[in-house]
């Protein structure tokens, strides 16, 4: 959260994230649900900001989209070459990037819960964007711990 925010601001700005994300990768709010296996309403309820969002990510092959850096993100979807047009692969970059976002600024007010295979984080997948998609888990990380070890010393 940035200096001075509110809880309340903080989680307005991550639900305007979320719809900004939907809507820069055209997806409708019927879609999203399908996609996520939810219903329409909990779609609907989290864009205007009526439910807490937790986020639960599982990942055998990469890094979950949400925890992604631009840089880690782009190499992945260059994997797919010519099978994603380039407005579609633009349009999804920058609705990863909002995601990204808005969880760096939550500022605690989304919880995220991401269990990865060891393999993900060996995988060499664009060089330098690997390490500094570790670099910002292994931050994560540590700001985890910094905060457990302040609520018990």
């Known amino acids: 959260m940035a200096e001075g925010d509110s809880p309340t601001s903080a989680r ?7 719809r900004e ?10 879609q999203v649900a399908e996609e996520m296996e939810w219903s329409l309403s909990k779609v609907v309820r989290i864009e205007s900001g009526e439910v807490t ?11 979950p989209g949400r925890l992604q850096t631009p840089a880690y ?9 010519d099978e ?37 984080l060996r995988r060499p997948l664009g060089g330098q964007a690997v390490d500094d998609t570790i670099a910002f888990i292994r931050g994560r990380v540590h ?3 910094a905060t457990m070890a302040n609520r018990q010393g």
């Open 84 to 120: 994603i047009p380039p407005m579609k692969r633009d349009a999804l970059l920058e609705a990863r990037r909002l995601r990204h976002d808005a969880l760096l600024s939550t500022g605690g007010g989304t919880k995220v819960f991401a269990l990865l295979d060891e393999s993900v």
């Open 12 to 18: 307005r700005r991550v639900r305007l994230a979320i």
């Open 143 to 145: 700001d985890l711990e």
């Open 53 to 63: 969002v937790s986020v639960n990510d599982y990942s055998v092959d990469f890094i």
């Open 21 to 30: 994300a939907r809507e820069a990768a055209k997806l409708t709010q019927q």
């Open 73 to 81: 993100a782009a190499a992945l979807l260059e994997m797919f070459g």
